[in-house]
């Protein structure tokens, strides 16, 4: 995607803000020598090939190859368009952005999310002032006896849905909110068969959903007796996916990565109770299963993660679901299984934060959590033993490390007393009706689709004049970037022929602005990444072989069109291009003498 707006803008907020303190907010990174590394948030891997460079701002992915600047990474983190990552790191940096230019698509995209987020900052607001209403007291003793302290209720902003059909729409209506774009945030509902909206929430505690940057996404309510349904979150919107949601994850992201852990749970008053016992490192899907893109968001900030399930059926059977996603995006997964009859919410408030961390240091591995539960349901007959291995078989066929993987079927066959070759046989059958790869996600051999890659010799120019400026003369003397093949590759390469011609350092951080595309911005974080020195010898060996790669597709060309004109007739034409053909062969025959002989 080309950026529209004023490059010094850019830059300043470029260099205003440290790559390595914007991506450390969505995932851990170590110091190593010049730079920082840390597992890949776009594909799935267990050992770090994800670099940050903080000195010439960049990042770049040796297992994936994806790349560039902070604009870049915030952009693909967070599904949004460069003014929306312009705009988000601007006010990081306290930065007040000129007027910019954008398409007339952009503008659509950017205007209609910054309306839906002013809609939703508008209905927090109406929900958290309600909650403090007299027709709230329910609600207030409701929260009051689920052990809710006010700081719980500040920080996570929790609110109330008063029990009538428009009273949000009314207050979203009074601050000039179109009732079209309130239903097009999730807050109102259209009226089956056409006719006047009403509130989705109503009569409910609600739950503001932020995102990671912490603006309002969406919304969960809870009804406070038994009426149906418990839970009612916001629908899909431009601005809220419930895949890629947690709940908590906003305020637990600093504990998470503190701990290295994070405690997954079922519910908004689980991840509240657990914060207002002190264990703020906990979170939340909103309403929907676990998916691949919660267990990619959440490697980034801890590098285990402890399923807290009921010990029901329901429970079991989501740990069975996730151990796949987990397995495909390498992270570590256990599971906390708590006495029947407790969540973690009744749980730590039974028995406080001390016994619910020291019921963490027991958790499980997830096979053996399976097979135990499967155990539990269907015994040790030898009916019970075969529906056990039929059970659990493809989920232990889903663990990706082999080692790993043999013993946990050895670790079964001892446990359900059979043999080990039978449980290693019904686990290969299952392996055998695995999809290659789950939806949505991706692993580590999947190359990251996009066009062709760069001509190795004209990748190698690119290096040579970063890493080695002083040749950058010689390019510009002997005019190699106009032979490149890529047109791409062809404007990059002269934005740096220029860059460095005009005194730029190639070492600092404006080498990045060089790339107008994401594509070209990825091609030079990843020409950056690989700094190994070079010297000026070296160089001149890689332009001879360019130069000689030049002669030879300038040789191909040649009888290409010899054959063509020879084909159709044109003899007077096939012999002006021998003639040629017969010049470029001495003037080759030439260069290779001057060149033995340098060499």
């Known amino acids: 995607m080309a950026r529209f707006s004023p490059d010094d803008q850019i830059s300043h907020v470029r260099n205003s803000v440290n790559i390595v303190d914007v991506i450390s907010d969505y995932m851990v990174l170590k110091k190593a020598g010049n730079n920082f590394v840390g597992l890949c948030p776009f594909h799935a891997e267990k050992t770090p090939s994800f670099s940050v460079n903080p000195d010439r701002q960049f990042f770049h992915c040796f297992g994936c190859g994806e790349g560039g600047d902070v604009f870049d990474f915030v952009m693909r983190q967070n599904n949004l368009t460069f003014p929306e990552a312009l705009a988000s790191l601007a006010a990081r940096a306290g930065i007040e952005l000129a007027p910019r230019k ?13 309306a839906l987020y002013a809609a939703n900052d508008f209905a927090r607001d109406f929900f958290v002032k309600s909650l403090n209403a007299p027709q709230a007291s329910q609600a207030r003793e409701y929260l009051k006896k689920r052990e809710m302290p006010q700081e719980v209720l500040e ?15 009314g207050f979203l209506q009074g601050k000039g909110v179109p009732s079209h774009r309130a239903e097009k945030a999730g807050l109102l509902v259209h009226k089956e068969g056409g006719g006047n909206v009403y509130d989705r929430f109503r009569n409910r505690i609600i739950f503001p959903i932020h995102d990671i940057s912490g603006r309002i996404a969406g919304f969960g309510g809870r009804v406070m007796d038994d009426a149906l349904p418990k839970y009612l979150n916001s629908p899909q919107t431009p601005i809220y996916d419930k895949k890629r949601m947690l709940y908590g994850l906003y305020q637990a992201r600093q504990e998470c990565r503190k701990t290295g852990v994070a405690f997954m749970v079922e519910g908004y008053f689980d991840v509240l109770a657990l914060y207002a016992h002190g264990i703020r490192n906990a979170v939340a899907t909103c309403g929907t299963a676990l998916s691949p893109d919660h267990v990619r968001i959440i490697k980034g900030y801890a590098k285990k993660v402890v399923l807290v399930f009921d010990s029901d059926t329901a429970g079991i059977n989501a740990a069975r679901k996730s151990l796949p996603l987990f397995e495909a995006e390498k992270v570590q997964a256990k599971v906390l299984v708590l006495p029947a009859g407790h969540d973690p919410d009744s749980f730590v408030r039974d028995f406080g934060a001390k016994d619910f961390l020291e019921a963490a240091e027991n958790r499980q591995d997830m096979i053996p959590f399976l097979m135990e539960s499967a155990i539990a349901r269907h015994g040790l007959s030898i009916e019970g033993k075969a529906n056990v291995v039929a059970e659990i078989k493809e989920q232990v066929a889903a663990v990706s490390d082999g080692v790993t993987r043999s013993l946990y079927i050895k670790q079964i066959a001892e446990k359900l007393g059979v043999d080990e070759a039978a449980v290693l046989d019904a686990v290969r059958d299952a392996a055998k009706t695995r999809p290659k790869r789950l939806p949505g996600t991706v692993h580590e051999e999947q190359a990251k689709p996009a066009e062709p890659a760069p001509d190795r010799m004209e990748t190698a120019i690119l290096q040579m004049m970063v890493r080695c400026p002083e040749c950058a003369p010689k390019v510009a003397e002997k005019r190699l970037i106009k032979y490149f093949s890529s047109n791409r590759v062809r404007a990059l390469g002269l934005r740096i022929l220029e860059f460095i011609q005009a005194g730029g350092d190639p070492e600092g951080a404006g080498i990045m602005s060089l790339a107008v595309e994401q594509d070209d911005r990825s091609l030079l974080a990843r020409i950056l990444a ?3 020195p070079l010297e000026l010898p070296g160089c001149m060996a890689i332009i001879d072989q360019f130069e000689q790669s030049i002669t030879r597709r300038n040789h191909a060309e040649l009888d290409r069109r010899i054959q063509q004109a020879q084909t159709e007739g044109h003899h007077d034409l096939a012999l002006r291009l021998l003639v040629e053909k017969n010049e470029l062969l001495k003037a080759l025959q030439v260069r290779n003498l001057k060149v033995g002989a340098k060499y």
């Open 102 to 114: 954008m398409t007339p698509q952009q503008q659509k995209i950017v205007a209609e999310r910054d």
């Open 155 to 169: 920080t996570f902003m929790l609110g109330f849905a008063p029990d009538e059909w428009r009273a949000l729409s």
């Open 530 to 532: 690989h700094d190994d």
